[in-house]
C-alpha cells in the first residue's frame, strides 16, 4: 500500500510538471533544476501512470529548443526509442500516440550537426523499420482502418518519417527498403477517398504530411522516385491535392521541398 501510494505521489507529480510546463519561463526554470533529467529517468518506470505524465509534461517542455537539446545529448532519445518499441508491442492507444508524438518533436533540430546525429541514431536504431511497420500495408482495407482508427498515431509516425528522410539518402534507402514508400502511398490513397473538407482537420493533416513525406524520400533519389512512380504516387498526391479543401494545399513548415 505504501508503494501504490508513493508511485500515485510521483504520477502526481509529473503531473504537476505537465501544468507548469505552459509557459516559455517555467519550461526553463524546470530544465535549469535538472527536471528533465528526472522526466526521462520516469519513462522507464513500469507504472503506466507515471510513464504518461512523464511523457506529457516532456511534450510541453520540448517547445523549448534547449530542452530538445538536452535529451538529444543525453540517453533521452533511446529512452523514447526503447518506451516506442516496447508500446508498439501492446494495445495501441494514449500512450502509444503521446510517445509518438515527443519523439516527432524531440528530433526537429535547429543544428544541422545534431539533425544528422539524431537521423544516424534513427538508422542505426531499427527506428525507420519499426515506423515502417506501424504503417498499414499497402491494402485498401487496412489503409482505410489505419485513417479511421489510429489517424493520431498514423500522423505522427508518418510525420516523423518525412523528417528522418530530409537530407538524408542512407534513411531514405532505408525507407524504400523496409517498404515504407508503398505503405505511405497505400495510406493516402485511403486518406483522400472522397473531397476532403475543413471539418475533416485530421484527415488533412495526415495527407499534408503525407505528401511532404514522399517530397523528402524522393528528393534527388531516383530509385525512390521510380517506386513512387511504379506506384501511381504521384498521381495520388495530386489527386489529394485537388481534394484539400482551400488554405491546406501548402506542404507542413520545415518539408524539403
Not at 159 to 177: I, Q
Request: proline content about 3%; hydrophobic content about 45%; overall charge negative.
Amino acid at each position: 500500500e505504501r508503494e501504490e501510494t508513493s508511485l500515485a505521489c510521483i504520477a502526481n507529480a509529473a503531473r504537476v510538471l505537465f501544468q507548469l510546463a505552459r509557459t516559455k519561463e517555467l519550461r526553463v526554470a524546470i530544465q535549469e533544476e535538472g527536471g528533465i533529467g528526472k522526466l526521462l529517468n520516469l519513462l522507464m518506470s513500469q507504472d503506466e501512470a507515471i510513464k504518461r505524465s512523464a511523457t506529457l509534461a516532456l511534450i510541453n517542455l520540448s517547445s523549448v529548443e534547449s530542452v530538445r537539446s538536452e535529451i538529444r545529448q543525453t540517453d533521452g532519445l533511446l529512452i523514447i526509442i526503447d518506451l516506442l518499441r516496447y508500446e508498439c508491442d501492446g494495445d495501441w492507444g494514449e500512450s502509444l500516440e503521446y510517445t509518438c508524438r515527443l519523439f516527432s518533436i524531440v528530433i526537429s533540430c535547429q543544428n544541422p550537426k545534431a539533425a544528422a546525429h539524431v537521423k544516424q541514431l534513427a538508422l542505426e536504431y531499427g527506428v525507420i523499420e519499426m515506423f515502417a511497420d506501424m504503417l498499414p500495408p499497402p491494402i485498401p482495407e487496412a489503409a482505410l482502418e489505419s485513417v479511421t482508427c489510429h489517424i493520431v498515431i498514423t500522423t505522427y509516425v508518418v510525420l516523423a518519417l518525412s523528417k528522418l528522410a530530409a537530407g538524408n539518402m542512407p534513411n531514405r534507402d532505408a525507407m524504400r527498403e523496409c517498404g515504407a514508400l508503398e505503405r505511405m502511398v497505400g495510406l493516402l490513397g485511403a486518406v483522400h477517398m472522397g473531397r476532403l473538407t475543413k471539418q475533416d482537420k485530421e484527415r488533412v493533416t495526415l495527407a499534408r504530411h503525407l505528401a511532404s513525406a514522399m517530397v523528402n524520400v524522393s528528393s534527388n533519389h531516383a530509385e525512390n522516385k521510380e517506386v513512387l512512380r511504379a506506384s501511381l504516387a504521384v498521381e495520388t498526391v495530386a489527386d489529394t491535392l485537388k481534394a484539400l479543401p482551400m488554405g491546406a494545399k501548402s506542404l507542413p513548415e520545415g518539408s524539403a521541398l
